[in-house]
């Protein structure tokens, strides 16, 4: 997901480019996403690239509720502004520096041959954007606490734990609360 932007930045300010990811892949970190896809503008302004994507994925976690393999969608949508390194092309600067100075994120710079790499951001935002407690499906029914046996597949025989009786307290407020609202 690299794209020469040297075109857009020595064009008009305000001109723009549209890109499409179709069906790439990313390893960042310990996730690897597949199926990346979603359309990428670029936008150049006085000093920077203004770069805005809606991306898609997916990626392969473990269930927290059954511990099985889950495949997880991710959605980002993100607008980040990235830094020429390369002052030749861009005009209207107005003093500023182009060294990468004012960027304090190496992977918002446009290097010197003026590419720009989509891959650092889309992995940190599609790294945060993975639910914190993934699951296989909306209506898993996860692990038993008694017999440990994956509800999904095998229906247990297990009696419902009783109340602990220190919430027994609690729970009596559900059934006070369900009263007040007939």
């Known amino acids: 997901m690299i794209y020469n932007v040297a075109g857009l930045m020595s064009g ?3 001109e723009s480019r549209q890109h499409e990811i179709e069906n790439e892949r990313l390893a960042f970190g310990e ?3 597949t199926e990346i896809s979603g359309p990428v503008r670029m936008i150049r302004t006085d000093r920077t690239v203004l770069v805005t994507v809606d991306i898609e994925a ?6 927290s509720r059954c511990l099985e393999p889950a495949t ?4 980002v949508a993100l607008e980040e502004e990235f830094t020429p390194k390369n002052a030749d092309l861009m005009d209207g600067l107005n003093g500023h520096s182009q060294d990468g100075d004012d960027c304090f994120d190496p992977a918002l710079l446009i290097d010197e041959q003026n590419f720009l790499d989509l891959s650092e951001v889309l992995g940190q935002a ?3 954007a993975i639910r914190i407690a993934p699951l296989c499906m909306d209506a898993c ?3 038993c606490p008694v017999c440990a046996v994956n509800r999904n597949e095998i229906q ?6 009783p109340i602990d009786p220190r919430w027994k307290v609690l729970a009596g407020l559900t059934e006070r609360g369900a009263e007040f609202s007939s």
């Open 31 to 33: 996730s690897s996403f």
């Open 72 to 75: 997880v969608n991710v959605s």
């Open 126 to 128: 599609l790294t945060g």
């Open 58 to 63: 997916v990626t392969h976690d473990t269930c």
């Open 156 to 161: 247990c025989s297990c009696a419902e734990s």
């Open 12 to 14: 008009e300010l305000g």
């Open 141 to 143: 029914l996860g692990i």
